[in-house]
């Protein structure tokens, strides 16, 4: 699994309706970005939101495309159950294979769940005592097993391997949800030493959590997300409204906390819009509301 804390490489989606757009742009306190990158939030099994984008966008135009996780388990009745999770990993693929190293994969909480169910399986389906944890964490339910099977099928743990905690662009660490302060290594000389150890944390605690362990707080949910274990939640946890504070030294992007409009605290931004935006880094962090965006 990779441990998500190299910088990223400078490598490099067609159209909707232009009524059914409108852009805003917002200024990153003037940071010049080296890389043009699309940012796509939480898609929650809205395949179609996804195809939005794509369509939308050239992706020729980026050097980098990034999915900030929460692939499964849609927000809508629509969006939720087998058929659903089954079409979004399948447009992952395409996508993955249409753009290769460009892609970048990040975990979100609700994803985890899932490779752990794959995890079992891949030791005969003996134990997916922990995906049932998780799934009663999360407050989801009665489909998710039907749901796991039919992301199984789609994703093999060689795919899951892919996925990161984070990534840093530029003067950015884009995550799902966000570091906190007391999950940062304050021993570390520089933010490249400290991403470094954070990645290597996250790789031994899923380690711990796929052998059936418990693993740290870089992976749980605080106590306003419904953890027991840890006052803060971890990079997949997160809450931006009750726990996210900009005093790293570096900006963040997450997902994970739905918002109806752009959000700001200090340099970090989330971007979030419930399946109805997506965002982009250039001189600007640009942000297209695409209207309707359930399918």
Partial sequence: MHAGADELSRE???????????????????????????LIPDIHQNYGFLE????????????????????????????????????TARLINQL????????????GNHDVPYYLYQC??????????EFRRLRRQMGLAPESQATAEAICEEWPLSFWGKLRP????????????????SLYPSKARSVAQALEI??????????????????????????????????????????WEQEFEDDLPFGQIVGHSWCVSQREIGRSHCIDFGQC???MIDTNLVVRHILGGSS
Avoid: C
């Fill in 12 to 38: 490099g989606p067609s159209p909707m309706p232009a009524a059914a757009l409108f852009k805003s742009s917002i200024p990153l306190n003037s940071i010049m970005l080296r890389l043009r990158t699309l």
């Fill in 52 to 87: 939005s984008i794509l369509e939308r966008e050239p992706l020729d135009s980026f050097e980098r495309i990034v999915l900030l996780g929460d692939y499964f388990d849609g927000r809508e009745p629509t969006h939720r159950g087998p058929d659903a999770a089954r079409k």
């Fill in 96 to 107: 993955e294979v249409k753009v290769g190293s460009r892609l970048t994969l990040l975990w």
């Fill in 120 to 129: 079992a399986n891949g030791r005969g389906g003996a134990d997916h005592s």
């Fill in 166 to 181: 984070f990534v840093r662009i530029n003067r950015f660490v884009v995550s799902h949800a966000g570091i906190h302060l």
């Fill in 198 to 239: 954070l990645g290597k944390q996250w790789s031994e605690d899923f380690i711990k959590l796929r052998s059936g362990g418990i693993p740290g707080p870089l992976m749980d949910a605080g106590t306003v997300r419904g953890g027991e274990r840890f006052e803060v939640g971890g990079v997949t946890w997160l809450d």
């Fill in 277 to 279: 935006a997506y965002a």
